[in-house]
């Protein structure tokens, strides 16, 4: 992705702007979500979530899918989205 460091601070502040803006549609909130964790929390470990899971199943795949970004990676992306669904 890109070469500049994106710091806590920018992904806590691309948290708020989020918040603030109400309603965000299913899968932006999938990725969104899948970028947080793997921003904060690295590749998606544990078991995947039974079929009858389908919200947690769902998380974590979509986490699962960033598997090997980095944690930079992660936060400039998910402060890029932010940009794109929040003017």
């Not at 979530?49 to 899918?65: E, I, N, Q, T």
């Amino acid at each position: 992705m890109a070469n500049e460091v994106v710091t806590e601070d920018d992904l806590k502040a691309a948290m708020q702007r989020v918040k603030s803006a109400g309603s965000v549609g299913t899968t932006d909130q999938l990725a969104l979500y899948a970028l947080y964790k793997q921003a904060t929390a690295g590749d998606a470990s544990g078991a995947r979530p039974g079929m009858l899971d389908v919200r947690g199943r769902a998380k974590f795949d979509a986490w699962a899918g960033k598997r090997g970004m980095s944690a930079n990676d992660a936060r400039a992306a998910y402060v890029a989205l932010v940009a794109r669904l929040v003017p």
